[in-house]
């Protein structure tokens, strides 16, 4: 088991570029299922996630290897097994995604209910809502949803509440439906206009009636497609606040849609970060102290739950109090007594975590639990005197490509090690 040695201390300066969206990679690896032809998609991250969407297409029969160093290939075709087993699916929740093409595609899956990060709750009865919806029988047994329907139906299917990987599974589901289906309350991430982009050029009739309103035309069958995968949104703002973890920070991101990570941005304009943006980089800079904030996060595009580990790092170092309310999932702030491990002066009362800063961080060994709490201790780590190890570093590495090497070109002081 391999773990981070950070030496904290040292302003990050430079120039990096973001890897491709991990989130939206698989997505489009789950609907790969759907089509006809070979889906190919380059600029993908090499993390673990993806190697598992990997080994789950594999299982199911479908052709799926990398292609190149960034480039995934998806073989056309229908599957030859319906089954995602326990032992892939519980390790990462997206992996539930196959459910919706495995449904339309073959009239049958069965999916082990999916596991994750253990960030709290994250249910799938929004995903079995849908899927019944549009024709589909759905039993629950040992552990696995068994869905059926010899062919889908279009129907209407209004979520209770936002749903990334729900809106993702159901839309993929009804593009092969027979009729019209709506969705409505529809989660509008980055990830789900870029699912839907990938969709309409493999053939797939989409309208959106609104940003949260769906309106699906089934089709009887997809084609394959090229697509790049875009920047991902959530590595980017966690190397951006590394321009404002300490003084004399100056960090530049490439390769992404600004506009995707306005809300960070604008928080930490908010804070008194300076801030540039273009068309497809962003940079943050910090030039002495800087205030503390309220963040609430909120579906997009609101601040991101995705984020709000990373936003806490960096408030440790901001003068006064901050509040960070989380409002998506009710386990999210397991990250908060590694740092305070590390100096931090952190208190939560109920859903808010009240931040008094700045605090001193000092280096101590402390433990990720999951992927972004894993990200909030490194830089955490680099903000701190001393030497801060990192263990646990297979969560970020579900998430995040060669960090290490990412930070360690804008001249952080990290390394990767066996524990």
């Not at 904290?8 to 690896?29: D, F, H, I, Q, Y």
């Not at 996060?297 to 006064?320: E, S, V």
Request: charged share 25%; net charge neutral.
């Amino acid at each position: 088991m391999d773990q981070f040695r950070i030496e904290g201390g040292v302003p990050l300066r430079g120039e990096v570029a973001a890897s491709g969206s991990k989130n939206s990679t698989l997505a489009l690896m789950a609907a790969a299922l759907l089509g006809d032809g070979a889906v190919t998609l380059s600029n993908a991250p090499h993390v673990r996630d993806l190697d598992t969407m990997l080994q789950i297409l594999n299982g199911l029969g479908v052709r799926a290897g990398w292609e190149s160093s960034d480039t995934l290939r998806i073989e056309g075709g229908e599957p030859t097994q319906i089954e995602a087993p326990y032992d892939l699916v519980r390790t990462m929740r997206a992996s539930f995604m196959v459910l919706g093409p495995l449904l339309a595609r073959c009239g049958h899956a069965r999916v082990s209910l999916p596991g994750g990060c253990a960030i709290g709750a994250r249910p799938v009865d929004q995903h079995l809502k849908g899927m019944a919806a549009l024709g589909a029988k759905i039993e629950l047994e040992a552990g696995y949803v068994e869905a059926r329907a010899d062919r889908l139906r279009g129907g209407r299917v209004t979520f209770d509440m936002r749903t990334v990987n729900g809106t993702q599974n159901v839309l993929m589901a009804a593009c092969l439906a027979d009729g019209v289906s709506e969705i409505e309350n529809a989660a509008c991430e980055p990830e789900v206009l870029e699912l839907i982009e990938v969709l309409r050029a493999m053939g797939a009739r989409i309208d959106q009636a609104s940003s949260e309103h769906l309106i699906v035309q089934g089709v009887p069958s997809l084609a394959g497609v090229r697509h790049k995968i875009a920047g991902d949104r959530i590595e980017a703002g966690t190397l951006l606040v590394c321009g404002g973890i300490l003084p004399g920070s100056d960090v530049k991101v490439t390769g992404i849609a600004p506009e995707h990570n306005n809300v960070v941005l604008e928080k930490l304009r908010e804070a008194g970060l300076s801030v540039e943006v273009g068309s497809d980089w962003a940079r943050v800079r910090r030039h002495g102290n800087f205030r503390g904030l309220r963040v609430k996060t909120a579906p997009f595009p609101g601040f991101p739950t995705d984020m709000q580990a990373q936003i806490m790092a960096l408030l440790t170092q901001a003068d006064g109090v901050s509040a960070i309310s989380e409002n998506i999932f009710e386990n999210r702030f397991m990250h908060v007594p590694e740092l305070v491990r590390l100096g931090a002066d952190i208190e939560i009362e109920g859903k808010t975590a009240v931040v008094n800063g700045p605090s001193r961080l000092s280096g101590a060994p402390v433990m990720a639990t999951d992927l972004r709490a894993s990200a909030s201790l490194v830089l955490a780590g680099l903000a701190a005197s001393g030497e801060t190890r990192v263990r646990r570093v297979y969560h970020i590495d579900r998430g995040y490509e060669r960090i290490e090497e990412k930070l360690a070109r804008l001249g952080g002081r990290i390394r990767r090690e066996a524990e």
